[in-house]
């Protein structure tokens, strides 16, 4: 059974850190492409950042390149997201993502609030 299960959410003030983690089972966790997204109230999810199967060679979008780090531990079948200097607008639930080739699974999420 395929399971994605994030943690690490919470409230924190602006200009705080956290740290998500994505803990996977049921499948080949080192084969597959990890991805957090988030979504926001009221718009859509969008991707966050990216880290490879292969070589762990990482990708962000723009509004978190410099604040956010995605890492992976294939030994624990765990992604992580630490996110420093965070921002009202970072608040949103924010999921986590396993690709390979066309087989996609997704986590349940979890919330982050950036507020003072």
């Known amino acids: 059974q395929v399971q994605l299960v994030e943690s690490g959410g919470g409230l924190v003030q602006p200009g705080g850190s956290l740290r998500l983690s994505c803990a996977a089972s049921?499948?080949?966790?080192?084969?597959?492409?990890m991805s957090w997204y988030r979504q926001a109230p009221g718009k859509e999810r969008e991707l966050v950042a990216s880290i490879s199967s292969a070589d762990s060679s990482t990708s962000y979008s723009d509004s978190v390149k410099g604040r956010f780090t995605i890492s992976r531990d294939n030994a624990k079948n765990t992604m992580y997201l630490q996110m420093n200097s965070l921002k009202p607008e970072d608040t949103a639930v924010y999921y986590c993502?396993?690709?390979?080739?066309?087989?996609?699974?997704w986590g349940q999420g979890t919330r982050v609030t950036v507020s003072s």
């Open positions: 049921g499948f080949t966790f080192s084969n597959y492409r």
């Open positions: 993502k396993a690709t390979w080739i066309v087989r996609n699974y």
